[in-house]
């Protein structure tokens, strides 16, 4: 084998597979500057994307609603809510209005607001900040041109680690149980919403690597150890086999 990565067990279990890399993550923005007769244009821009983020959402929501059911499937109204409220697209329109791209406005009004919601003494504000990073990441795909597919979608079988920086609520429930065989993330603690649904779904989880997205590249063979907080990279034929005879033992008949 050739390293060890040593996180927090979250959820137990063993998980033999290849690593998914899913950088799920705000994307630097350029300050554009845009000249006064840009600015009609930039605004139809940002409608588009909103648009077709708004559309996105709803693929998502229905295909979530078959495969874990309603209640799961309600993030994803609250996040096509906040992209109607009038107020996040009159804030970034006046930022354009300011000649600024709309890429930049977007990015901004949306720092401004996860900031705001992040001071708020309500815990169930506090809660939606991650629907407002997940928007965040959405539409400034779509604006910068980035690949804006489902980030989890995984063919069945696939047999895939996920490996992440960290998973909002609205990234976990999309995760197919017959693709996805675990979760292991830089982020995260034993009591973190990702280790709590990784046990209710069964998947072996490892969190609080640190640094799993940086040492990993993707489609590397792994072993992950949900137990004891481990991630064996590229493991022997004989590591895989003793895993395999542990997870046969650890099984409840």
Do not use: C
């Amino acid at each position: 084998m050739d390293r060890l990565l040593k996180g927090i067990p979250a959820s137990p279990g063993i998980a033999v597979g290849t690593v998914h890399l899913l950088l799920w993550e705000v994307p630097d923005v350029p300050h554009h500057i845009i000249k006064d007769s840009e600015i009609a244009s930039e605004t139809t821009r940002l409608h588009q994307a909103i648009g077709r983020a708004k559309e996105r959402l709803l693929h998502v929501r229905d295909r979530v609603e078959k495969t874990a059911g309603k209640e799961e499937a309600m993030i994803f109204d609250a996040q096509y809510h906040i992209l109607e409220d009038p107020a996040l697209l009159t804030g970034v329109e006046e930022l354009i209005k300011q000649n600024l791209a709309a890429e930049k406005a977007f990015d901004l009004e949306m720092l401004e607001w996860r900031q705001r919601w992040s001071r708020h003494t309500s815990a169930m504000v506090l809660e939606r900040v991650s629907d407002l990073t997940d928007i965040h990441i959405r539409v400034l795909a779509i604006l910068l041109e980035l690949p804006d597919h489902d980030p989890v979608d995984l063919p069945k079988g696939a047999k895939a680690v996920l490996v992440t920086h960290d998973l909002t609520p609205g990234l976990t429930v999309q995760l197919d149980r017959e693709a996805i065989v675990g979760i292991a993330t830089d982020a995260g603690t034993r009591t973190s919403h990702v280790a709590i649904l990784a046990r209710s779904l069964g998947l072996p989880a490892v969190v609080g690597l640190r640094s799993a997205t940086d040492h990993l590249r993707g489609h590397e063979n792994v072993i992950l150890d949900g137990t004891a907080g481990l991630i064996v990279i590229n493991p022997s034929n004989t590591d895989i086999e003793k895993y395999r005879d542990r997870a046969r033992d650890e099984e409840i008949p």
